[in-house]
């Protein structure tokens, strides 16, 4: 491995926690239920991230073709999430339950 392989990795992987670490304050903060969603497309997009950059910091072709297969598993997991986000968002604005305290409430 060579320093500048080494260097960008560690870039990734901070950068990935950076995301991460976002992800979960806008989960735990937000108010209405898109904010938590994109919070929780954060915290998903940091995983991808961090998968990438360690397969892409491993010498074995076996071991990065698997993390790869792992990337693109999360990326159609990701497209799934956000089609179903859209269709919960789309469903609760037309109820009016978008603010999470008024679902708390049990204002269905």
């Known amino acids: 491995m060579t320093i500048a392989m080494a260097s960008g990795s560690a870039v990734a ?3 990935a926690a950076g995301i991460f670490a976002t992800g979960v304050w806008g989960v735990l903060r ?3 239920v898109l904010r938590v969603l994109i919070g929780v497309m954060l915290l998903l997009s ?7 950059a360690l397969a892409r910091a491993q010498t074995d072709p076996g071991l990065a073709a698997g993390a790869h297969a792992i990337v693109l598993l999360a990326w159609a997991i990701e497209v799934t999430e956000i089609a179903i986000a859209i269709a ?3 469903a609760l604005s037309r109820r009016g339950l978008i603010e999470i305290s008024r679902m708390r ?4």
């Open 13 to 15: 992987v901070v950068a």
């Open 30 to 32: 937000a108010r209405d």
């Open 46 to 52: 940091s995983v991808t991230l961090l998968t990438v």
């Open 88 to 90: 919960l968002f789309i």
């Open 105 to 108: 409430e049990g204002k269905w």
